[in-house]
């Protein structure tokens, strides 16, 4: 099995199957795109399906509290950190707009069908250019700002549209963001920018990796690692 595949599935969409050396046991996430399945290596797809169809009625269950409900003129977004609404216009394209108040509005068409799937893909995509717009004015500056305040040099900041993983930073000191930080509280915000900022002194996750982030976070790094694990984004 190579180290990422996909599967489309009648009842979650897409399982996504992550290779990992260390696994010993197979572990499924529900997540709101689908299942995230974890496997060790020589594991076959088979098996893989077996564990999902023994416990796909629980799956279900948890899904169905997760899974992105369809976007309509009620949708709101109303995160700590950014603000989101529809409302229709007289434009014949999704329009993304900045209010003066701080709140992003996309502005539909009147008639927007949204019982559409390919309309559903439009106007996601709208909210997607929205949290990107914020986070480009709002995450370099906090990097900026706590890397000031602990004396730590990076290269520069990349805001992405990953959905599996917060941050990152290269061996060249180079820290990408998911734009979707902008859902998530403020102190877990600040949490990712300082993990990653930790990395520029400490590649791996090693001792002295968890010792820097301590001191950092008042000595709660882990239990900041743990809430961020349970958080699930509304969008």
């Known amino acids: 099995m190579s180290a990422k595949r996909y599967i489309e599935d009648k009842d979650f969409g897409r399982i996504t199957l992550a290779l990992r050396r260390r696994m010993r046991n197979i572990t499924v996430r529900v997540k709101p795109e689908g299942l995230q399945v974890t496997v060790p290596p020589y594991t ?7 564990v999902i169809s023994q416990h796909r009625e629980d799956l279900l269950e948890q899904y169905s509290r997760v899974a992105a409900k369809p976007v309509d003129f ?3 977004i109303e995160a700590e950190c950014f603000r989101l609404s529809l409302e229709p216009s007289r434009l014949k394209c999704f329009t993304v707009r900045q209010t003066d108040s701080g709140e992003m ?22 909210i997607l250019r929205a ?3 914020s986070a480009a004015e709002i995450l370099p500056p906090l990097v900026s700002e706590w890397a000031g305040r602990y004396g730590l040099a990076y290269r520069k900041v990349r805001i992405t549209g ?4 917060w941050g990152s930073c290269t061996a060249a000191k180079t820290i990408s963001l998911s734009c979707y930080l902008m859902l998530v509280p403020s102190h877990l915000m ?12 400490e590649m791996n996750h090693g001792p002295r990796f968890w010792e820097l982030l301590d001191a950092m976070t008042a000595g709660h790094a882990h239990q900041l690692r743990n809430e961020l694990r349970g958080f699930h984004t509304s969008f």
């Open 190 to 201: 600040d949490y990712v920018i300082l993990h990653e900022l930790a990395h520029t002194k």
């Open 131 to 133: 949290l990107k717009k």
């Open 44 to 50: 076959k797809i088979e098996r893989v399906l077996q």
């Open 162 to 165: 990953a959905r599996s993983r």
């Open 74 to 76: 009620d949708f709101r």
């Open 105 to 126: 509005k996309i502005y539909c068409p009147h008639d927007t069908d949204f019982s559409l799937k390919e309309v559903q893909k439009l106007v996601r995509g709208a």
